[in-house]
C-alpha cells in the first residue's frame, strides 16, 4: 500500500464496554475516525464522556470490545504485543496532562531516551534530541534535570520526547490541563506551530473550548458517540 493514501489512523465503529460487577457500562457505542497525515483535532467531551478510554484504545494500549483500529494499515488486533508496541514506536507519539519525565535524567537524556531504547546510536540520539529542545525553545534547558525546569518547560520537554521518534501522529491528552493559563497558550501555540513545520498530525483531548476552537478539526465525544463539530 501507498503510505501517502493510507490514513495515519482510522478507527470503525470502536465499541467499549467495562464490565461493573452484574452491570455492563457501554462508554463507547460505536465510533469512527480517520485521521490523515498532517491533520490537527481536537476532541473535547464531559468529564467521564469516555475521552481517555477513546485514546487508549487508539493508541494501542486497551482492547476494544468491537470494532477495528487501524494505524497506517494496520490493523491492532492482528498484532501481539511486541508488534503493536514496534508500531507505537514506529508512528506514534504520546504527551500526558503529567509530563510523566524521569526525574534523574536532564531535558537531553529524557528526548533521547525513546531513541536509545530502540537502539539507535548514542551519538544520533543525544544530536537529533538536541536539534529537537532547540526547535521547542528550550536549547539552553539541555543539561536540566526535571526539577529545575518550570511547569511549561517540562511540557515542552515531554512534547519534544514525543516527536523524537519522528512519528506521524502525536497523541496529547489533556497537554495543558494542568499549566496555568499563560503557559497553556504557549504550550498550544507550540503544538499548532509543530504540526505546520513537522507535518505531523495531531490528537489533543482538551477540556479547553477556546483551545479547541482554534485546533482545525473539532469532535466532541457524548454519549458514546464522537461528533465532528
Ligand atoms: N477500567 C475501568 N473499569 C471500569 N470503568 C471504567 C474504567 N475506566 C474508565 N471507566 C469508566 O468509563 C467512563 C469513561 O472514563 P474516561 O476516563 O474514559 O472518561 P474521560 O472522558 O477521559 O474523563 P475525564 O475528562 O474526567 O478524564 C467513566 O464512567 C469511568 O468511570
Known amino acids: 500500500m501507498n503510505d501517502a493514501v493510507v490514513p495515519v489512523l482510522q478507527a470503525s ?17 460505536g465510533v469512527d475516525l480517520t485521521v490523515q497525515k498532517g491533520d490537527i483535532l481536537a476532541i473535547i467531551g464531559a468529564s467521564g464522556s469516555g475521552k481517555s478510554t477513546l485514546l487508549n484504545l487508539l493508541g494501542g494500549l486497551d482492547f ?52 536509545l531504547i530502540r537502539g539507535d546510536k548514542p ?13 521547542v525553545g528550550l536549547g539552553h534547558r539541555q543539561r536540566h534535570k526535571p526539577s529545575a525546569l518550570s511547569g511549561g518547560e517540562r511540557q515542552r520537554v515531554a512534547i519534544a520526547r514525543a516527536l523524537v521518534t519522528e512519528p506521524a501522529l502525536v497523541m496529547a491528552d489533556e497537554p495543558t490541563g494542568n499549566l496555568d493559563e499563560r503557559t497553556a497558550e504557549q504550550v498550544q501555540a507550540l503544538m499548532l506551530e509543530l504540526n505546520e513545520s513537522l507535518d505531523t498530525a495531531f490528537m489533543i483531548v482538551t477540556h479547553d473550548r477556546e483551545f479547541a476552537a482554534r485546533c482545525p478539526q473539532q469532535y466532541e465525544l457524548h454519549d458514546g458517540l464522537l461528533n465532528r463539530l
Open 123 to 135: 551519538a544520533e540520539c543525544q544530536a537529533k534530541a538536541a536539534a529537537l529542545l532547540e526547535k
Open 64 to 115: 476494544a470490545t468491537r470494532g477495528k483500529v487501524m494505524i497506517a494499515g494496520n490493523d491492532l488486533s492482528t498484532l501481539n504485543d511486541r508488534g503493536t508496541g514496534r508500531l507505537r514506536n514506529r508512528y506514534l507519539g504520546f504527551v500526558y496532562q503529567f509530563h510523566h519525565l524521569l526525574p534523574e535524567f536532564t531535558a537531553l537524556e529524557n528526548v533521547a531516551m525513546p531513541l
Open 13 to 29: 465503529q470502536l465499541v467499549k464496554c467495562y464490565e461493573e460487577g452484574p452491570n455492563e457500562l457501554e462508554v463507547l457505542r
